[in-house]
């Protein structure tokens, strides 16, 4: 078989499977005033909340809180074999290490010189507090069982064990966020946002050389898609990215 009809094949069965979104994740206690989220169809967010009171675009500075991770949550028993499965004092720098490369990827993503803000170590009246939570982080069955190679037949085969476990991911890996935005003058919260996402189908994924890789690319499309919505003008809608993703070796 050449590689060309191999990619085509892989293309066809890739296909077929779901796409990126996951199910809402439970709120898990980070964002004050939860039920005050709903969807909107303009964004790329589950769920939101902004206040009118406040014209985010308008400032010009944004802080950026270290990433918590003390709300992670394992809902499903496939959920709890993967964080059980794992050596617990690396699984927790792995996850650390996850949520610094979140704080960067933001901190990059807001820094790009084709938007006005300036990333700050200190908040003042008019700075933007920026504060986010990994609240979901489960590694798929295929990177689990065989990092690096071709993904779709074990995914799509964890599907049938993942929904028989009542699992949130249903084998296909989740990370789940969740972040408000505060004044910095006054406190008060000008903006909320939570969203799940399963990462992203690779058809070969030679990429992929640790777990958590997949959702890095999940969240550097968060961190440029709040850029996004932040500066938008009124009215515009920020689509959602695909849920697909060729990987070239």
Known sequence: MTKTLAIKICLL?????????????PDSGFN?????????????FQRSYWNNNYVLNNYHEIFIVPVNTSHIMA??????????YRDKEKLEKEIAS?????????????????NHFT??????PNTLILQLALVQVVPSRAIMSTIGCVSF????????AGAASNSQDVGKGVIAIEGHIRDGGTGEVVAMFADCEHPKSAIIDLKALNWW???????DEWAKQLVEVISRPPGTT????????????
């Open 75 to 84: 809902q499903g028993s496939w959920e709890k074999f993967n964080l059980a």
């Open 213 to 219: 890789s997949p959702a890095k690319i999940i969240i």
């Open 238 to 249: 920020v689509k959602d990215s695909p849920a697909f993703k060729l990987f070239v070796w």
């Open 153 to 160: 037949i074990p995914a799509a085969l964890g599907m049938v």
């Open 32 to 44: 004050p005033n939860p039920e005050l989220m709903s969807k909107d169809k303009t964004l790329p």
């Open 119 to 124: 990333v700050v170590n200190t908040a003042g």
């Open 98 to 114: 996850l949520a610094d490369y979140t704080r960067q990827s933001f901190t990059q993503a807001f820094n790009d010189p084709n």
């Open 13 to 25: 069965a890739t296909l077929s499977l779901t796409g990126c979104k996951a199910g809402e994740a």
